[in-house]
């Protein structure tokens, strides 16, 4: 063969090679390019909804404030507003019956009053329940006590579909039973809450790392305990509670809670 | 002042013992894992080899015998390399055929004291098929979105790649090469595939560089 061809092959085929390697990575690149560009595109329409998620809570929020700020006004501040005419009437009066008699009209105001301000909390917190659910009512609650400071809260909550209102209601009511123990009497530096929907099962683990307490001498009468057993009673759950020097447990299990 | 037949001579020779560089690298810093410990025990046999053609060619000795066995050792080194990258097993047969093909050529076309440039320029093409079957695999993976810098194989093969083109033809024209009088540029037939090689084992060191960056 003539050496010329010789070398031009020899050349050629290097230089194909090397050809081909670059047209490899041309294409490679420009495949990882657009996969790029298919990840940021996909981003930002997370970070849209993302955005007109927090847009519609905000706007909830709002309207919630206005009609707490309604509620005050109207119906509070309405009372608060007559306890105080009673009240300078009473200072005002100097015979022992008629303040007697206001003292009574204050007292029943007094209650009212409570009785109000109670039903507005209990409102809220069904307001969150209803509104948003049981697994972002919890989460707000965790939150609200991780900001307090007080304690450090770690939620674990794998709840894939909603929960009977009155369930819901009754274990949120528990949680802030638990929540509330933990922060007045364990000296809890940390608390991890579990809750688990499994095909028709909600498991609700609480563990702190409190001082723990006596379970054979408390038998569910203190420390709202009574409380947190009526309501498992009341949701046909049952409860379980460990306790040590090293912190408490309570296992709350409803079978079937459709 | 040197010939060109005396440089390419040198560069013969710095090819032959190039296989040093990736040995070492491997040795020192290379991933001693599957399928990278396979590939660095290749090197160390090759350099052994031509360590061995080195000595016998100044004795004058006929050293083809080494050529022969090197092609086989190099050829199954990449296939079992490629092998246990894309299907991370060894197809025995595959071995077997290697074998087979090596020595029918040294039994029946090119006798075992001739340079065995059939094989050679057959090994050279089945390695091409190997690395553009490699390139198309990483090409075809929707899962795998490693960078190609990153990817100690991807250079590895670039290596391979690069020596099987450059000495494609070498080999192809091997025995007229090894018989004719190597004189002037176009009778330094071998000046491309030491070159290829050089380059090969540079890159190839790159790339047992990177397995311990993985």
């Not at chain 1, 298919?38 to 993302?50: F, G, N, R, S």
Request: glycine share 6%; hydrophobic share 45%.
């Amino acid at each position: 063969m003539n050496d010329a061809i010789y070398l031009a092959l020899g050349t050629s085929a290097m230089v194909l090679m090397m050809i081909t390697i670059i047209l490899f990575i041309y294409l490679f690149q420009r495949k990882l390019a657009a996969k790029a560009k298919a990840y940021l595109e996909i981003e930002k329409l997370m970070q849209q909804q993302e955005l007109q998620s927090a847009y519609a809570l905000i706007e909830g929020q709002e309207q919630e404030r206005q009609r707490i700020a309604a509620e005050l006004h109207d119906n509070i501040g309405g009372l608060l507003a007559t306890l105080k005419i009673y009240s300078d009437l009473t200072l005002e009066k100097s015979e022992i019956a008629d303040i007697q008699r206001l003292n009574n009209k204050i007292n029943l105001i007094s209650e009212n009053l409570s009785g109000e301000v109670r039903k507005l909390s209990h409102q809220l917190d069904l307001r969150t329940l209803a509104g948003f659910g049981f697994k972002v009512a919890v989460q707000q609650l965790c939150e609200a006590i991780n900001d307090s400071g007080k304690l450090l809260v770690i939620p674990v909550i794998d709840i894939q579909k909603p929960i009977n209102e009155n369930i819901s209601l009754n274990l949120y009511r528990i949680i802030q039973e638990l929540f509330t123990n933990t922060l007045k009497h364990a000296m809890a530096t940390q608390t991890r809450i579990e809750i688990t929907l499994i095909a028709n099962e909600i498991t609700v683990i609480y563990e702190d790392n409190g001082k723990g307490f006596n379970t054979d001498n408390v038998n569910f009468s203190g420390m709202g305990l009574k409380n947190i057993g009526s309501r498992v009673s009341m949701i046909n759950g049952k409860l379980t509670v460990d306790s040590s020097n090293r912190g408490s447990t309570f296992i709350i299990e409803l079978t079937n809670h459709e | 002042m040197h010939s060109f037949r005396d440089i390419v001579f040198t560069i013969s020779s710095v090819s032959d013992v190039s296989e040093i560089l990736p040995l070492t690298v491997w040795l020192i810093f290379g991933s001693k894992k599957t399928p990278y410990l396979q590939l660095g025990i290749f090197f160390i046999v090759c350099f052994c080899v031509k360590l061995y053609t080195l000595i016998t060619a100044d004795l004058h000795e006929n050293n083809m015998p080494a050529y022969h066995l090197l092609a086989l050792l190099e050829v199954a080194a990449v296939y079992i390399f490629y092998c246990q990258l894309l299907y991370r097993k060894v197809f025995k047969w595959g071995i077997f055929l290697l074998v087979m093909l090596h020595v029918g050529n040294a039994l029946f076309f090119q006798k075992i004291w001739t340079f065995n440039s059939l094989t050679w320029t057959l090994d050279m093409l089945f390695i091409i098929t190997l690395g553009l079957i490699y390139f198309y695999h990483i090409y075809k993976d929707e899962d795998d979105y490693t960078p190609l810098r990153s990817r100690p194989d991807f250079i590895i093969t670039i290596g391979w790649l690069l020596y099987a083109a450059g000495s494609l033809f070498t080999y192809l024209m091997g025995s007229e090469i090894l018989s004719g009088y190597a004189e002037g540029f176009f009778k330094n037939g071998w000046f491309f595939q030491t070159i290829s090689n050089i380059l090969k084992d540079m890159i190839i060191s790159y790339g047992f560089w990177l397995t311990n960056k993985k």
